[in-house]
């Protein structure tokens, strides 16, 4: 009964670890950028989901210098990808964080778009300019 339980444990244990690996990033942002309602400068960043157990994933942007936001993300489908990267939206020279997606996951996750996103989108089509998809690539922890 103790060795069913045991096992029946680290199999757990194993299973969290690779579900919470999934999200563990660093990436160096050249650029101050938004996440939510918050405003992050230009660093390195962990990223990394702070809720492994949950169904709604929660991921944490973290610098060295303490600077941080949360986001709630949602999933999105795409394809295997070959490395881990990071979107961001640019309007002008505002960024919004925009996705996740990590090496090897066929899945990505998708933040919000906030209001200041939108309003920033509503400004660049009032004046017929165009936003861009901007990349970052990303390495795992």
């Known amino acids: 009964m103790i060795a069913m339980f045991v096992l029946v444990a680290s199999m757990a244990m194993a299973a969290q670890a690779?579900?919470?690996?999934r999200t563990h990033l660093t990436a160096n942002i050249p650029f101050n950028f938004s996440v939510g309602n918050q405003n992050l400068p230009a660093g390195e960043?962990?990223?990394?989901?702070?809720?492994?157990?949950?169904?709604h994933v929660v991921l944490q942007l973290r610098n060295k210098g303490g600077d941080s936001a949360m986001v709630q993300m949602?999933?999105?489908?795409?394809k295997g990808q070959e490395n881990a990267r990071l979107i961001f939206h640019r309007y002008g020279n505002k960024y919004f964080f925009?996705?996740?997606w990590v090496d090897g996951e066929g899945d990505g996750l998708q933040a919000p778009k906030p209001r200041a996103e939108r309003a920033a989108e509503r400004e660049m089509a009032a004046i017929k300019a165009t936003s861009e998809t901007v990349l970052l690539t990303a390495s795992r922890q």
Not at 18 to 21: A, C, L, M, P, Y
Not at 74 to 78: E, H, L, P
């Open 45 to 55: 960043y962990a990223i990394a989901q702070i809720n492994p157990a949950s169904d």
């Open 18 to 21: 690779q579900t919470s690996g």
């Open 98 to 100: 925009a996705q996740v």
């Open 74 to 78: 949602t999933s999105v489908i795409g």
